[in-house]
């Protein structure tokens, strides 16, 4: 009986880093509509809430996997995750994005294969991330842990902005000023 209890709070505590994921990303869309909540704009929310709650999910995501019955699970669970971020920011630019080199996008399909470096960064930065923090050195340093992911996530965060602003660079589309 007390084994059956700690698989069941190892496998609810895998849930927690994507579950920080969309939390964080349910306040950006708020804060978004709402532009201001109590005596907050939507910067100060985002900068206060929404990052630190995205820069902690890989190691949360580390420390559920170290507390796991289950590492193969563990590995799934931040895989998936990765997965899933990826196929969002695709999914997000690709809907968004309306206007590409100077003219109209004809189809979203048209903007798909720009999105994928920044998808892979992102994507493939929660995993990295996540397994920084995973390292052995950091079991028993459980924030250290934390930082350690937040810190590489963030550098992943960067990389994936870069590579945005590669992907679809802010073009000047008017006529040249003589």
């Known amino acids: 009986m007390v084994e ?27 804060s978004d509509r709402l532009m201001t ?16 709650l995205l820069a902690i999910a890989p190691g949360a995501a580390a420390l559920a996997g170290l507390g796991s019955a289950s590492l193969g699970l563990a590995r799934l ?13 695709v999914f997000g630019l690709a809907a968004s994005i309306t206007f590409l080199d100077c003219r109209p996008t004809t189809s979203p399909l048209e903007v798909v294969p720009r999105t994928l470096p920044t998808a892979f960064a992102l ?3 929660f995993a990295i991330s996540a397994a920084a923090a995973w390292r052995p050195a950091l079991h028993a340093r459980r924030l250290a842990a934390v ?15 870069f590579a945005l602003f590669v992907s679809f660079p ?9």
């Open 123 to 125: 994507g493939v930065g």
């Open 147 to 161: 930082l350690v992911g937040a810190a590489v996530w963030v550098v992943a965060a960067a990389i994936g902005l």
């Open 77 to 89: 669970v931040v895989a998936g995750t990765s997965i899933a971020m990826g196929l969002f920011v």
């Open 37 to 52: 909540i109590g005596p907050f704009d939507r910067a100060q929310i985002q900068g206060l809430v929404v990052l630190p």
């Open 170 to 178: 802010p073009l000047s589309c008017g006529a040249p000023q003589a």
């Open 4 to 30: 059956a209890g700690r698989r069941s709070r190892s496998l609810a505590a895998l849930g927690v880093a994507p579950l920080l994921l969309l939390l964080g990303l349910a306040i950006w869309f708020v």
